[in-house]
């Protein structure tokens, strides 16, 4: 291969300019800026597609913050020292209930019983 030659020369001025093609299209496909042949900067316009985009955007973001807000309080209220749900359903059990003497109030639950076999 002689390095000299014009194919080659041909071959890198075609590499060179298909890469810079390529890199174009795909910064573009991205929403970058794009870069022209003498360096400089061209913004891509902004579509009522981007504009709609951004919108829904910001209202998601608005929603996450609002849904983190009330995770922040209901983990408040779980892990409030006052709250103790174990014990106040052990104070349901505890309490007896009025049972009406005609009709039966089901099978007892031995709950502290160990049932063997």
Known sequence: M?????EFVIAIIAISTVG????????A?????????????TKPKDSGETQRL????????????????RMVNLERIV????YSLSDEIEALRDRPSPAPASTDSGTPLNLRQKETR
């Open 2 to 6: 002689n390095w000299g030659s014009p």
């Open 20 to 27: 810079w093609i390529v890199n174009n299209w795909i910064r």
């Open 29 to 41: 496909k991205h929403g970058y800026e794009l870069e022209d042949e003498w360096g400089g900067k």
């Open 54 to 69: 951004k919108a829904e955007n910001a209202a998601l973001h608005e929603k996450v913050d609002s849904m983190q807000d």
């Open 79 to 82: 892990t409030d020292k006052g």
